[in-house]
Nanobody, 127 residues
């Protein structure tokens, strides 16, 4: 499975960005998907995750009400809509894939649980 993230950029505080992550080389609907981020000098942290069928989502407390994760299995793509961006959202954002085999297993928030990773896309929010 290969993951290609895109959509990052420079935005002012309060602005919006939409990240995309396209999957190839596997059956996309077999995987729960997640977004994580890593700021300089910090560990990779959980942002959002979505079940294989899009029916369940989970967000970190720091982004609840501002970020929305969604997916389109027909396009092998997962999205992260980010509104109300803050300078503390500045980080490299990574998408990850966790094999679920289309089972309703618990959504994972630990990066170690994910099987595949994309290359990351930089998000910079200026104050």
């Amino acid at each position: 499975v290969q993951l290609q993230a895109s959509g990052g950029g420079l935005v002012q505080a309060g602005g919006s960005l939409r990240l995309s992550c396209v999957s190839s080389g596997g059956t996309f609907s077999n995987y729960d998907m997640g977004w994580f981020r890593q700021a300089p000098g910090k560990e990779r942290e959980f942002v959002s995750t979505i079940s294989w069928d899009g029916g369940r989502t989970k967000h970190a407390d720091s982004v609840k009400g501002r970020f929305t994760i969604s997916r389109d299995n027909a396009k092998n793509t997962v999205y992260l809509q980010m509104n109300g961006l803050k300078p503390e959202d500045t980080a490299v954002y990574y998408c990850g894939a966790k094999y679920s085999g289309r089972r309703s297993t618990a959504l994972k928030t630990a990066s170690s649980e994910y099987d595949y990773w994309g290359q990351g896309t930089q998000v910079t929010v200026s104050s």
